[in-house]
């Protein structure tokens, strides 16, 4: 039982810091002025491979986030923000707004 607890209070901790990271974002990120680029913040229950896929559905992935649902995709139709909501993204950000969060 007490195994149980564990990985509950580390899941839920988990949960605490993704959810912190996001709101930091949606707080110091400006929204995308140039849609060519964007990053998007994809819901954090998701796993990693359907962060990556729904990014790069969205566009070309440029950079990886620190946290695993963070992802900067290009696309050079200049829709970056719009496609990333398409395929899943919560929002999106400017790039720079979301460089403390790069790898």
Known sequence: MAGSTSVLLAS???AVI???SAAVLVVAGAPPTD???AAGVFP???D???VLAAAGAAGAIRQLGGVPFIVIVHDPAG???E???QAGALFSVAPTGALFCGS
């Open 83 to 85: 496609r990333l909501r």
């Open 44 to 46: 954090p229950w998701w």
């Open 18 to 20: 993704a959810t912190a």
């Open 12 to 14: 839920g901790l988990s």
């Open 35 to 37: 849609g060519r680029d």
């Open 48 to 50: 990693e491979g359907d």
């Open 79 to 81: 829709r970056a923000p």
